[in-house]
């Protein structure tokens, strides 16, 4: 498996809808077990997210902080700080990128 792209995402880019901008939308960062996505996607979705019973891990992910937007001449980036899960007893294999502030809408899974 490699990290998908939602197709809904590459349309939301040109009209605005996600602000990446610190300060803009709040983005949060979900563990998978398994991938519950396709390109078909849109937004975040709970199934086969690691359980919060006993591991330390809050559902529905982390919220990522410090956006660092940065572009060039052929490529653009949005860099958040390393987002971490203190004292964690769980196994993910796959992570989730959604806007919070957007209908939780699908910006990227993360094969790892």
Known sequence: MANVIPFSFRGELFSGTHDFASGGDSFKLALYTANPYTTASTAYSATSEVSASGTNYTTTGNTLTGNAVAYGTAVASCDFDDSTWTTATFTAAYGAI????????????LDF
């Open 98 to 109: 959604y806007n919070d502030d957007k209908s939780d809408k699908l910006c990227v899974v």
